[in-house]
């Protein structure tokens, strides 16, 4: 199939790499030329610009950072919008809010493109393995057309239905209950440290029996080592997704107070200089509210 994908950062080049493992026709782009030239040396090709890398494609994936990266690519003159070609499929795999992704979906039916939301599920790591899931939405035709390249970019897929915005939401829901596990991880290492615990016990503990769950292995152990410089996902990433669930909350009428404690150990994360560490660095702010080093 012939593939373009736009944001090459750590989990748009490993996704890159999957699908030049699968055998797909692979043009990318990046603002920043440099990040593609491994890719270029595996057999994909560079473009110079958006509009280079949506001319002649069937799918265009992007794996932007945010809802203003993803306008601007999509929905600039000579972006995604006014570049691919009609029929094709524009693949939005990035954390968005319901509201963009609703935007995108109209354009796209206008320009007689097709939209489908597939955000992903997992770290950087777990693409390498293939374990990677995708959430995907958005008309059937189109899903069937990508099936093989989210084949090759991870291990499981679950549809969401015709409605993008529905993938999107389901994504936000995620990340919201995965931010309440770390938050509630760092209180409970918090109260074990207290006691002179060693933190990697209550890591056994909790991950051998009660939650035997990739999260809990993978975050509690980031936690009860401390290893917080070992980034799959940022505390700024973390605080843009949870301000992303706080607004589909808002508009839809749910209350959430958890997520607004979560959000709030994340601001507390950045004002302490941690913003580009990795997000279960919250619970080094539970630390902090405990009197803990």
């Not at 993803?70 to 000579?78: E, F, K, M, N, T």
């Not at 959430?135 to 991870?154: E, N, R, S």
């Not at 006691?195 to 990697?200: D, I, K, L, R």
């Not at 401390?226 to 839809?252: C, I, P």
Request: proline letters at 4%; glycine letters at 12%.
């Amino acid at each position: 199939m012939k593939v373009g994908l736009i944001g090459l950062g750590r989990m748009g080049t490993a996704m890159a790499r999957r699908v030049l493992a699968g055998g797909h026709d692979l043009i990318v782009y990046n603002r920043t030329p440099q990040k593609a030239a491994g890719l270029v040396q595996a057999g994909a090709r560079a473009a110079a610009s958006v509009g280079a890398a949506c001319a002649g494609r069937e799918m265009l994936i992007t794996m932007v950072a945010d809802d203003a990266a993803l306008r601007d690519v999509a929905l600039s003159s000579g972006g995604v919008r006014d570049s691919l070609p009609a029929g094709a499929v524009h693949v939005a795999m990035g954390t968005h809010g319901v509201a963009a992704i609703r935007a995108l979906d109209a354009a796209h039916v206008e320009a007689r493109q097709n939209f489908v939301a597939a955000p992903v599920l997992g770290r950087p790591e777990a693409v390498d393995a293939g374990k990677l899931g995708i959430v995907t939405a958005g008309p059937a035709g189109a899903l069937a057309a990508c099936a093989p390249v989210f084949g090759a970019i991870g291990g499981r897929v679950f549809n969401a239905g015709r409605k993008p915005e529905s993938a999107a939401a389901i994504k936000l829901a995620n990340n919201f209950v995965l931010a309440c596990c770390i938050e509630a991880m760092g209180e409970a290492f918090a109260l074990a440290r207290k006691y002179e615990v060693a933190p990697m016990l209550l890591f056994e503990v909790l991950t051998e029996g009660l939650f035997a769950a990739p999260a809990y292995k993978t975050y509690g152990s980031i936690i009860a080592e401390e290893r917080y410089d070992h980034v799959g996902f940022t505390a700024r990433l973390g605080l843009k997704d949870t301000n992303l669930v706080l607004a589909a909350a808002e508009s839809a009428g749910v209350p959430l107070p958890s997520a607004n404690l979560v959000r709030d150990r994340l601001l507390g994360a950045i004002a302490h200089g941690d913003g580009d560490r990795d997000w279960s660095v919250i619970a080094r702010e539970q630390a902090r509210a405990s009197g803990l080093d």
